[in-house]
């Protein structure tokens, strides 16, 4: 009963559009955590149909998914122990990232074993203090690297960061970050590493911050309609609706208590409506009180707090009835509740609210071409249909 429907053409829309933004730079579409939650083999074919070259994921297990899907564009993963075996990456023609000189290690013994150097992207840290090797110990990871490199057992493929905060031009740290950069690709450079390629930007800066382009730019949520820089639009197109059902209402009076607690009780009569969609399901448990849903082209709150499982809706003496659909978030055109809107009710990013949306929920992808696998949208504004206000 609770669903995401994927808009894949908002997908393709989103990736032209950064391609654009990004000219002269080629495009990692960044599909970890399974594409954001709206499905890491079907984002990345849209994608890669769209304009981006290379796919980037977190882990070899998300890696080896989009190979087992017959996808043969190049992907980068990133994030990995030194003691975790690199054999099925190199063997699946997958490139690795390499943050320090144990890493290098760990992949010129698995090239060793496999018989097919590692592929390697050389990660420094400029600011953000999560992987890659500091400023400091940037030397010695270029040494041990050309050293495997005339061994036979790893190709330099990429020099590469991550930014910590490029939403805001202004930054003095992404300015640090920037100069960083700078010195550690002219230690690259003296040390005969010149790979052919260098990345950088993410979201933010593949929009609006071209000396970050290089060769390659790494959008993530901004892929999925999430425009990454506040208060400044770019056209991009949210692709996921997360709907559900009503399966329930009934009547009830004032100083009725609501949910467990309660932490919400009536103040005059009204009807109630129960939606299967819980924190297991991705609304979040904070919501309680905060979040609203949009039912029949009305804005209605979520009173009492948020069970694992269902949620319950205030609709006043709207004609509500079970079966009616209910619009968690979607794209907003119809005035129902975007991504951001309930980042700003739970007190968190657009990023935790999708990947956060469980398993047991179905994800249906459409497009245009594809018909058969379609969404209904409801054109018409809500209006509030209960006398609250949304934080």
């Known amino acids: ?10 997908i393709g829309h989103n990736t032209r559009l950064l391609a654009r933004a990004a000219a002269g730079a080629g495009l990692m579409a960044v599909v970890k955590a399974d594409g954001f939650g709206h499905g890491a083999v079907r984002v990345a074919e849209a994608t890669l149909a769209h304009g981006a070259s290379w796919l980037g994921v977190t882990s070899l297990r998300e890696a080896l998914e989009l190979r ?17 075996s690199m054999d099925d990456a190199l063997l699946a023609d997958v490139d690795v ?13 698995a090239a060793k074993r496999v018989g097919r150097p590692a592929s390697v992207h050389l990660k420094a840290d400029t ?36 930014l910590a905060h490029a939403e805001d031009l202004a930054d003095p740290g992404l300015h640090r970050q920037l100069a960083t950069f700078e010195r550690v690709r002219a230690k690259a450079r003296s040390a005969d590493v010149s790979p052919p390629l260098i990345h950088l930007a993410n979201s933010a800066a593949a929009l609006h911050l071209p000396a ?8 993530g949520i901004a892929l999925y309609g999430v425009e990454p820089v506040p208060g400044k639009t770019f056209g991009l197109r949210p692709a996921m609706t997360l709907e559900s059902t009503v399966i329930l209402t009934k009547r009830v ?4 208590g609501v949910s467990y607690g309660p932490e919400h ?5 009204t009807t109630l409506a129960l939606v299967p969609a819980g924190y297991a399901d991705g609304v979040p448990r904070r919501t309680g009180g905060r979040g609203w849903v949009s039912i029949g082209g009305m804005r209605c709150p979520i009173v009492g707090r948020v069970a694992m499982d269902q949620v319950v809706v205030d609709v006043g003496d709207h004609p509500v009835v079970a079966g009616d659909r209910v619009v968690i978030f979607g794209s907003g055109e119809g005035g129902e509740p975007t991504v951001a809107e309930w980042a700003v009710w739970a007190e968190t990013n657009p990023h935790e609210i999708l990947t956060g949306i469980g398993t047991r929920v179905p994800r249906f992808h459409y497009s245009v071409e594809s018909p058969n696998e379609t969404s209904t949208r409801n054109p ?3 209006v509030e249909c209960a006398e609250m206000t949304p934080s």
Do not use: C, N, Q
Request: hydrophobic share 45%; charged share 25%.
């Open 1 to 10: 009963m609770t669903r995401a429907l994927i808009d894949l053409d908002a």
């Open 68 to 84: 087992s899907a017959g996808l043969t564009a190049p992907i980068l993963m990133w994030l990995y122990a030194p003691f975790e």
């Open 97 to 109: 990232s390499a943050s320090s000189v144990e890493a290098l290690e760990a992949l010129g013994r």
């Open 127 to 162: 600011g953000l203090s999560r992987g890659g090797a500091t400023e400091a110990e940037w030397p010695e990871l270029i040494e041990k690297a050309v050293r495997l490199r005339t061994a036979g057992l790893v190709e330099i493929r990429a020099v590469w960061s991550h």
């Open 212 to 219: 970050a382009h290089f060769d390659l730019v790494r959008p």
């Open 253 to 256: 009076g004032p100083g009725t």
């Open 265 to 269: 009780v009536t103040d005059r009569d």
């Open 380 to 382: 018409s504004r809500p």
